[in-house]
């Protein structure tokens, strides 16, 4: 089974830092781009970050110098490392990739989502 897995999130003070991972696992034969979502209540999913292949990085605007996202190709795994946390960044983080993986000897390629992981930033 193909499948993304986030976790390193939870309960942190402002100003504080976080650092979250998301392993994919299954039979994957290539990772393509792979990127960080989040999620805040009664708002709509938006692009954290998101890491090409070849490492090309995109930040939302609001949160360069202080998110940074990398990957571990190896490990088949992307981090998103958060600094100077703020209240606002309050959301379920959510890892998205373009896997190419085999599927009873046939390659595909599909875009996966993870399940989420619960970050709060509060006194």
């Known amino acids: 089974q193909v499948q993304l897995v986030e976790s390193g999130g939870g309960l942190v003070q402002p100003g504080g830092s976080l650092r979250l991972s998301c392993a994919a696992s299954?039979?994957?034969?290539?990772?393509?781009?792979m990127a960080w979502y989040r999620q805040a209540p009664e708002k709509q999913r938006e692009l954290v970050a998101r890491?090409?292949?070849?490492?090309?990085?995109t930040y939302a605007d609001s949160l360069k110098g202080r998110f940074s996202i990398s990957r571990d190709n190896a490990k088949k795994t992307v981090y998103l490392q958060m600094n100077s946390l703020k209240p606002e960044d309050t959301a379920v983080y959510y890892c998205?990739?373009?896997?190419?993986?085999?599927?009873?000897?046939?390659?595909?390629?599909?875009?996966?989502w993870g399940q989420g992981t619960q970050v709060t930033v509060s006194s």
């Open positions: 890491i090409t292949i070849r490492s090309s990085t």
């Open positions: 998205n990739a373009d896997l190419r993986y085999d599927s009873g000897g046939y390659l595909r390629n599909k875009n996966f």
């Open positions: 299954g039979t994957i034969v290539t990772i393509g781009t």
